[in-house]
């Protein structure tokens, strides 16, 4: 069992940034592909970016050029670096952990709330 804690959320002005963080508890943290997601009351939640063990990267359209996603396998650590903030970001924020060699383990976090607001 992994588990994963986040940190980071918060109130944030529009064109604003916030850093979440998410930390996981396990001694193979390279053998997991990490992501975030996001989910808005009333919407399903959906992916905002992902980065594999070896670095490779994607992202939702809707926040390419303003999101970046990294991870730093020496802490067990993937952080999610928010610029430019919009409204429209306003969810909750979740970690994702998917062990790439065995795909029936996947972990998610409790979630961290961004507030994009004036």
């Known amino acids: 069992q992994v588990q994963l804690v986040e940190s980071g959320g918060g109130l944030v002005q529009p064109g604003g940034s916030l850093r979440l963080s998410c930390v996981a508890s396990t001694s193979i943290f390279s053998n997991y592909a990490m992501a975030w997601y996001r989910q808005a009351p009333g919407k399903q939640r959906e992916l905002v970016a992902a980065?594999?063990?070896?670095?490779?990267?994607n992202y939702a359209d809707s926040v390419k050029g303003r999101f970046t996603i990294s991870r730093d396998n020496a802490k067990n650590t993937v952080y999610l670096q928010m610029n430019s903030l919009k409204p429209e970001d306003t969810a909750v924020y979740y970690c994702?952990?998917?062990?790439?060699?065995?795909?029936?383990?996947?972990?998610w976090g409790q979630g961290t709330q961004v507030t994009v607001s004036s």
């Open positions: 980065i594999t063990g070896g670095g490779r990267i």
């Open positions: 994702n952990a998917r062990n790439v060699f065995q795909t029936s383990q996947v972990y």
